[in-house]
């Protein structure tokens, strides 16, 4: 358990200006067209709604293209990450887009201790939840982050999206990795990375941990907060299950037999009273 910070953080630090250099990011579209959004945050302008003027920050931020989008739509926005490679990606684009940004170098469970004041907003975007291994301690760290009326906002991968065997070429949707959270890691060791490159990786192994819907909710609930909206979609915003998916606009995809049967991804808010 000592390790999976060391571990993760050179995978994710040799990842950073790969990802800030592949197409699938947009990185160029943000500099180039000042109301450019990322493809994420534009999925979730229905449920986000109208945060003009609200202090936010931006847990597990990575190169920082949701946070810049989030700031576009009138936040005062903070980025938290351990990736100082990822954050130096963030904070190069922020200054080629003339956005007021701080980026903070922390892992998140540090969030309380290197953050100043009370935040409006917390926003937690995909493929961030599953590096953590204690989902109540990740709670706990929100809830002492908002404000009083302040909001969580967390779009994530689903849990059972996270439990499928990817490995399969039957063409077949099985569970195979673990629903709920366990005490010890699954380690796996790929060579790529989520976008396209031809880049060779020299950090290949990642730490992950599942975390139910239930224990997720309870833990937000334990916290202290009160929860407000609790949606599960039928897309996800990458290629999940490559040949068993099919993008349907906007960067979304789904299964292309019955997407009605599996739940991609949720969005979960919450307020502190």
Known sequence: MTDYLAVNRANWDER??????????????????????SQVVRFDLPLLGDITGQRGVHLQCHIGTDTLSLSRLGATMTGLDFSGASLAEARRLAADT??????????????????D????????GIGALGWLPDVNRWARTVASLLAPGGRLFIREGHPVLWSLDYDR?????????????????????????????????????????NHGLGEIVTAVLD????????VEHQSVPWNALPGRMHEIGGGEYQLIEKPERLPHTYTLQARRV
């Open 223 to 230: 916290a202290g907060l009160t929860l407000t909206g609790l």
């Open 98 to 115: 003339g956005a007021a940004i701080d980026f903070v170098e922390s892992d998140v469970y540090a969030a309380r201790d290197v953050l």
């Open 16 to 37: 950073g200006p790969v990802h800030a250099a592949s197409p699938d990011y947009q990185v160029d579209a943000f500099r180039r067209d000042p109301d450019h959004l």
């Open 169 to 209: 070429t039957d063409g077949l949707v099985a569970l195979s990795e673990p629903y709920f959270e366990q005490a010890e890691p699954q380690v796996y060791d790929e060579a790529g990375t989520y976008v396209s490159t031809d880049h060779e990786f020299q950090h290949t192994v990642t730490h992950e941990w």
């Open 117 to 124: 004041g009370e935040f409006d907003l917390v926003f937690t």
